[in-house]
């Protein structure tokens, strides 16, 4: 069993910390919020003052921080607390410049790093089923991959530094421009006097089935599990898919790729947003619609 420093227990951080826990590793966490330290420290996770304190010595150092600006000035300090060799992971989600400065910054300072960010939201950070994508050397990768797996179900690698960003991106680019697209769907169906459970026997079974309507159908009825069924309660706010969106438009304008769906699923977000819908899980932007017609 390993000893990992954790910093950034907040609503992903801390059920993950807590599975690591759960899994036998000593776990060593740090949190800016101590409301979110003394949780943390409930489900066993030893509280450390500072960020240099929880990678002392530590094994493997794991972050889950909100963007890359604190991704970087994290790893600023970690980087100077730790032994050459050391393993650093950032699991949460961010630029991909940010995650390559990291990477370098690790490279420099001689330790392995990898960048696993998820997919699976809170409910999958709980139960342990979270997918990671990774990104970075196979020698970072094989060492993290035990480690990842006591925290999710699925463990990807998808390249070099920076890749399990990227993957990550693109992955919730998609499902920002389907969810847009199953809501027109639904919205025009309501128009033309089509009822919610025909369109989804119809679409769910045929070429306009996805994850938007199969899985999350963004109205109630048809699918009971997903969030139209309890008042649109996240799930995955609004304001990280938004987040997420704006993430591939500066990946796509950094890189040249034209991704105009993306652009304009971003923009539907910012607005839908700006709207006071932020903390809303992100399929109620189909009343955005039906207000707009
Ligand atoms: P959160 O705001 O609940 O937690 C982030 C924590 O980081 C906070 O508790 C904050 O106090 C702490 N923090 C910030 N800077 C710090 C620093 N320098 N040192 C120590 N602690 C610091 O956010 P979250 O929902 O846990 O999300 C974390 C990351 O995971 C984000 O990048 C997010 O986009 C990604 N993510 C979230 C979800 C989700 O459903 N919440 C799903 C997939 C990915």
């Known amino acids: ?32 919020a101590a409301p979110v330290l003394k949780a943390a420290e409930e489900s066993g996770v030893k509280p450390a ?10 094994e493997i150092v794991i972050t889950m921080l909100p963007q890359g600006k604190h ?52 409910g ?9 994508m990774a990104g970075g050397s196979e020698e970072a990768f ?26 990550k991106i693109c992955n919730n680019m998609i499902l920002g421009i389907s969810m847009v697209g199953v809501c027109e769907a639904f919205v025009l169906a309501e128009k033309l006097g089509l009822s919610h459970q025909a369109l989804f026997d119809v679409a769910s079974t045929s070429s306009g089935q996805c994850w938007s309507i199969n899985t999350y159908c963004p109205v109630p009825g048809p699918v009971p599990t997903s ?16 987040k997420d969106l704006r ?3 500066e990946a ?18 910012a607005l839908f947003e700006k709207l006071g819908n932020g903390g809303r899980d992100f399929s109620a932007i189909i009343e955005m619609f039906r207000e707009k017609t």
């Not at 003052?49 to 530590?58: D, G, I, L, R």
């Not at 940010?98 to 998820?118: I, Y």
């Not at 999958?124 to 990671?132: D, E, H, N, Q, Y």
């Not at 796509?252 to 977000?269: D, F, M, V």
């Open 1 to 32: 069993m390993a000893r990992i420093g954790f910093i950034g227990l907040g609503n992903m951080g801390g059920p993950m910390a807590a599975n690591l826990v759960k899994a036998g590793h000593e776990v060593l966490g740090f949190d800016l």
């Open 49 to 58: 003052s500072h960020a240099s304190q929880a990678v002392k010595e530590a």
């Open 71 to 122: 991704v970087l000035t994290a790893w600023t300090d970690i980087l100077q607390s730790v032994a050459q060799g050391m393993l650093v992971i950032d699991c949460s989600t961010i630029d991909v410049e940010s995650s390559r400065r990291a990477h370098e910054m690790a490279k420099a300072a001689s330790c392995l790093s990898l960048d696993a960010p998820v997919s699976g939201g809170t």
């Open 124 to 132: 999958g950070a709980s139960a342990g089923t979270l997918t990671f």
């Open 142 to 167: 094989a060492k993290a991959k035990p480690i990842l797996e006591a925290m999710g179900k699925k463990i990807v690698h998808c390249g070099e530094a920076g890749a399990g960003q990227a993957a």
């Open 227 to 242: 969030p139209a069924n309890n008042d649109y309660k996240p799930g995955f706010a609004a304001a990280l898919m938004l």
């Open 247 to 249: 993430l591939s438009q």
């Open 252 to 269: 796509a304008l950094a890189s040249g790729a034209s991704t105009p769906l993306g652009a304009e699923a971003a923009q539907l977000y």
